[in-house]
């Protein structure tokens, strides 16, 4: 049973280069998120997408864009990278979005380091 | 807007002693409760959740929540903590009031259970 499944583990990125998160689940789940976490702030939402086609802007968007082209992928690009996003990346989907008893699934998350 | 917290960075508690890890949330509507858990170099994993009906809630690993509407809290209780339990935990609360149906969580507790 694989779920969600996020690349790389981890990665170190020079400030300034592009960087793509790479997200896969096969739940066939319509809604998938990313969020970033750091210490002392908890989890925050970065984009969003509540079916394939369709996305949306979360609490921290900026420096980040993302696209959902199938039900399955959902991939994060940093188009220029800042110290600001070293932190670590979570992809999460759910079959439910909108629902008030929602249930997150997450990956294992991405340890993005930006020098 | 709404907004969780979770007042103690972490939790200190022996082997077999009763836990609880505290958590308070501000909403417009209803609120709907989640507790998350995460495991060292792991995504999140869902614990429990209160939507409404019964304000004891019990959820995976013999954790169980109160729903306090006029404390605006829903602490997380474990009657015997286990050495496996410690990690991190996670408040997440939805507002009724909110059409994005976003979850928004606290900056998570580490708990930590001695031998």
């Known amino acids: 049973i694989a779920g969600i499944t996020q690349a790389p583990t981890s990665q170190i990125l020079a400030a300034g280069r592009r960087m793509t998160l790479r997200c896969t689940q096969d739940m066939r789940h319509n809604a998938m998120y990313w969020y970033r976490q750091d210490l002392g702030l908890g989890l925050r939402l970065i984009h969003y997408?509540?079916?394939?086609?369709?996305?949306g802007k979360g609490e921290v968007p900026d420096g980040y864009s993302v696209s959902r082209a199938n039900t399955d992928d959902f991939p994060l690009t940093l188009a220029s990278a800042v110290p600001s996003q070293t932190s670590v990346y979570f992809c999460?989907?759910?079959?439910?979005?909108?629902?008030?008893?929602?249930?997150?699934?997450f990956g294992s998350g991405t340890q993005l380091s930006v020098l | 807007a709404q907004s969780v917290a979770q007042p103690e960075d972490q939790v200190n508690v022996a082997e077999g002693n009763p836990l609880t890890v505290k958590c308070t949330y501000s909403v417009s509507g209803n609120p709907y409760l989640f507790w998350y858990v995460q495991y060292p170099n792991r995504g999140l994993q869902f614990l429990l959740k209160y939507i409404t009906g019964d304000n004891l809630v019990k959820g995976s690993y013999g954790f169980e929540a109160e729903f306090n509407k006029s404390q605006t809290s829903f602490h997380l209780k474990k009657p015997s903590a286990l050495v496996s339990d410690s990690a991190l935990y996670f408040c997440a609360v939805r507002d009724s009031m909110d059409s994005s149906y976003k979850l928004i969580f606290g900056s998570g507790t580490r708990l930590l259970v001695r031998p």
């Open positions: 999460a989907s759910s079959d439910s979005p909108g629902q008030p008893n929602e249930k997150l699934f």
């Open positions: 997408s509540n079916t394939a086609g369709t996305t």
